[in-house]
């Protein structure tokens, strides 16, 4: 989507080893017309598979999701990173490692809202390893729904998480995919 | 907002200590379309203010914030609770005691995206004792701007919010307003 790679190049910071700093438009502050006009162009790639809810990972997937769920008139969960207390005992939770925190995080999903049958769309800010998108489809299996479609605002080719989710055979879809960072320039698949 | 006062009253769930669990549409589960028939309404309530800016704090603010800005034309910042890589070491903090959490949390934003001069809608899900509201009040002040207003989606007028947000004398807008949550019995104040 060109408007996003627009930002990114004029917005984003190579911070080095393969580190996107995107704070000004999506991980601190965040442009709400940029992420409708996303969600918009989700829905429009996703809108065929049936999809009856969005699952997406706190913190900065909400903002995607949210709007991504509004165009497609569904309901979005996101997995927690700490179980509040409003959350019942029994809960689904996965481990993912963080490749940016340097450290595995808890997803945590209540069963009361991903239950067996939902056909989910998972929507990220960011696929670079996968492992989060992973603990997140590992959540929704569990709960016994079919992950239908995953979305990225921002794909990093180069670190292969598109590779680590080919064997689910469902659409991915990247609105801006990053093919190198190296040498502080960001270079685009496109 | 009379649907929001609704969907509190089929979903939300009363479980003592003044703790309303809204998990359902809010807190995890997130309907996208009521979140943005709220933002509109906040849209509509401070269209006037000629605010900049909105601030909110992670987690459970980020979606009606995002879709308030949306009808705004204006960018938020989300504080976060932990300060991420991606964040210069100068960074603005303040510290909150969360009363459904038993303990204080930092909220952390960076000069980067929130400077002097800035006119600043602070959106957040829950006003109650009014403390997470007021951090995120200093945070603006500290970095020179003003908040010229005040939106929650849920108060819990019983926990004295609105007090203590008194001082500084500026409009404090909410979609539900709870009066009562004793005896299991959740009371709107309108």
Known sequence: MKNLQERILSEGANLGNGILKVDSFVNHQVDPMLMDTCGKEFARRFKSLGATKVLTAEIS????????ALHLGLPVVYARKHKPITMPDQVLLTLAPSHTKGRTVELIV???YLAGG?????IDDFLASGQ???????LAQTAGSTVVGIGALIEKTFEGGRDALKSLEVPIQALARI???????IE???
Chains 1, 2 share one sequence.
Request: cysteine-free; overall charge negative; proline content about 6%.
């Open 179 to 185: 093919s190198s960072m190296e040498d502080g320039v």
């Open 61 to 68: 997937g909400i903002a995607p999701a949210v709007t991504t």
């Open 188 to 190: 685009f698949e496109d």
């Open 110 to 112: 209540s069963p009361e």
């Open 118 to 122: 939902e056909r989910v769309l998972i």
């Open 132 to 138: 989060t998108i992973l603990g997140l489809v590992r």
